[in-house]
């Protein structure tokens, strides 16, 4: 198997965005698209350069031959994504706002996605690459692939490799509160780097400023956590340094997907050696530059694009 920097797995979903403002049910037309936590993760490195694996079901319809199309021409390896005939492929409306965060109705239960087990990937799968991007999306969709999140995350860390975890808190995917708290929490613990918002670390740790959220992880064994503000930027803590990374300021188009743009822009200078205030910095650039399009990965910007949009913040600094 062709060896690759990062592996991620999980649900991609067809997104249809309104073309206008205003609720769902009277919007007429709609864009389509490509929406995933982890799919937007996949785009954001490739278009970096870097070589990503993304393991997934997909149903044999439409929206799954236009995920898997969609990604290849992006440049990820999709040669562990799996057909299968007997499930659909999931997707999701997503209205059009002038301020403020999007409303997002999904249509993923029963999906193909929700299939995958740890049956389906081999050991070998996984550490052919360096890093391993976990979310807290999987564990949620099923319970196939909550099995699989520990397993892919206990294999990865056993042969050497770095693991990122992105909370990505999705309430009404859990049975309940608690147990959401608890399997997010246990996830993260083994991570070496976890990527929680504000709110997010105060729901999860109970505690409310950016600092003592770092800390119960750091207690726990986690190597980095950075705690992402929104606008404001994003804390960061390791066992030996602290500190926040003012945010850069732009004209949000579309909030989804900002949380997985500071995940590419970290993860990728972690791994090229950035030290870590650098590496925070990358992700808010990212984080920043993804929220100026429409669309989950639209926004996600090339490397030259990246070093283009931060030189200008320099210039004007």
């Not at 750091?218 to 003012?246: F, H, M, N, Q, S």
Request: include cysteine; proline fraction near 5%; charge should be negative.
């Amino acid at each position: 198997m062709k060896a690759s920097d990062v592996v991620t797995f999980g649900e991609a979903m067809a997104m249809f965005m309104a073309d206008r403002p205003g609720e769902l049910h009277q919007v007429e037309h709609f864009t389509r698209a490509l929406a995933g936590a982890e799919t937007n993760v996949s785009i954001g490195l490739a278009r970096l350069g870097y070589n990503v694996r993304w393991i997934s079901k997909v149903g044999d319809d439409p929206f799954g031959k236009f995920i898997v199309e969609s990604l290849r021409k992006e440049g990820v390896e999709v040669d562990m994504v799996m057909t299968d005939d007997r499930y659909p492929t999931g997707f999701q409306l997503k209205s059009k706002v002038e301020n403020g965060d999007p409303q997002v109705h999904y249509f993923r239960k029963g999906s193909a996605a929700s299939t995958l087990c740890v049956a389906d990937v081999e050991p070998a799968t996984l550490t052919s690459a360096k890093h391993l991007h976990l979310t807290g999306i999987p564990p949620a969709i099923s319970q196939s692939m909550r099995e699989l999140a520990y397993e892919a995350l206990n294999v990865m860390k056993a042969a050497g490799r770095t693991v990122s975890f992105d909370v990505n808190l999705r309430p009404r995917l859990w049975s309940s509160q608690a147990e959401m708290i608890e399997v997010v929490n246990s996830l993260a613990c083994r991570a070496d780097w976890v990527l929680p918002g504000i709110g997010e670390g105060k729901l999860l740790t109970g505690r409310s400023e950016p600092r003592d959220i770092a800390a119960f992880y750091l207690d726990r064994g986690v190597k980095l956590v950075a705690v992402k503000l929104g606008p404001e930027g994003a804390y960061y803590r390791t066992p030996t340094e602290e500190g926040i990374v003012e945010g850069f300021r732009v004209q949000a188009v579309d909030t989804v997907g900002a949380g997985d743009g500071f995940a590419v822009g970290l993860i990728s200078g972690l791994l090229e050696g950035l030290p870590v205030r650098e590496a925070v910095r990358r992700g808010n650039a990212v984080g920043a530059l993804a929220v100026t399009a429409a669309g989950d990965s639209e926004g996600l910007p090339t490397r030259p694009q990246l070093e283009a949009f931060i030189s200008s913040f320099c210039i004007r600094q």
